[in-house]
T-cell receptor
């Protein structure tokens, strides 16, 4: 079974702090994704990566950056946390690195981030 | 208007009832997904389909490409089916996935 783990389930940070959220997958997947989930809005893509050191912006990249130095690990960085970044953050991965349409994504358990 | 619309937003059912959750989309798609999210956050993929019908246990998913509509059915519902069910579509190429806002299902014993 694919396993996607996230570094924290719950996190409380102060406004202006730099925040690191880490995601690790153990199935050699090429693609990794960071989403945020807010009530009434559904999941929205922040960034995704299709290979080591490769990244593309999703729908809401402002205020975030990402790092993928190793294939199994994809980090989301909030450079200077703000209260409007309080949310549930979900990481996901999928198998193919090519332009494959319609792959199953495997999700981590999520991190609930509260920015005070 | 959202590209992916789900109905109903909330659903309460008695144990044993047949349940239908609907998903309509407005874009051309290559695949449609049904996902399940339990309290606590973790999301599990239930189905991925691009045509016809798929069945897994008590769950059935159908899609009508011409009408841009999909349904998720749960037969003989059980309290452990209580979760948020999310419809998502692949469109626009290269792993772009658009998610519906989810249907919160509660099954009462």
């Amino acid at each position: 079974d694919v396993k996607v783990t996230q570094s924290s389930r719950y996190l409380v940070k102060r406004t202006g702090e730099k925040v690191f959220l880490e995601c690790v997958q153990d199935m050699d997947h090429e693609n990794m994704f960071w989403y945020r989930q807010d009530p009434g809005l559904g999941l929205r893509l922040i960034y995704f990566s299709y290979d080591v050191k490769m990244k593309e912006k999703g729908d809401i990249p402002e205020g975030y950056s990402v790092s993928r130095e190793k294939k199994e690990r994809f980090s989301l960085i909030l450079e200077s946390a703000s209260t409007n970044q309080t949310s549930m953050y979900l990481c996901a991965s999928s198998l193919s690195g090519g332009r494959v349409m319609g792959e199953t994504q495997y999700f981590g358990p999520g991190t609930r981030l509260l920015v005070l | 208007k959202n590209e992916v619309e789900q109905s109903p937003q909330n659903l309460t059912a008695q144990e044993g009832e047949f349940i239908t959750i609907n998903c309509s989309y407005s874009v051309g798609i290559s695949a449609l997904h049904w996902l399940q999210q339990h309290p606590g956050g973790g999301i599990v993929s239930l189905f991925m389909l691009s045509s016809g019908k798929k069945k897994h246990g008590r769950l059935i998913a159908t899609i009508n490409i011409q009408e841009k509509h999909s349904s998720l059915h749960i037969t003989a519902s059980h309290p452990r089916d209580s979760a948020v069910y999310i419809c998502a579509v692949n469109s626009g190429g290269y792993q772009k996935v658009t998610f519906g806002t989810g249907t919160k299902l509660q099954v009462i014993p």
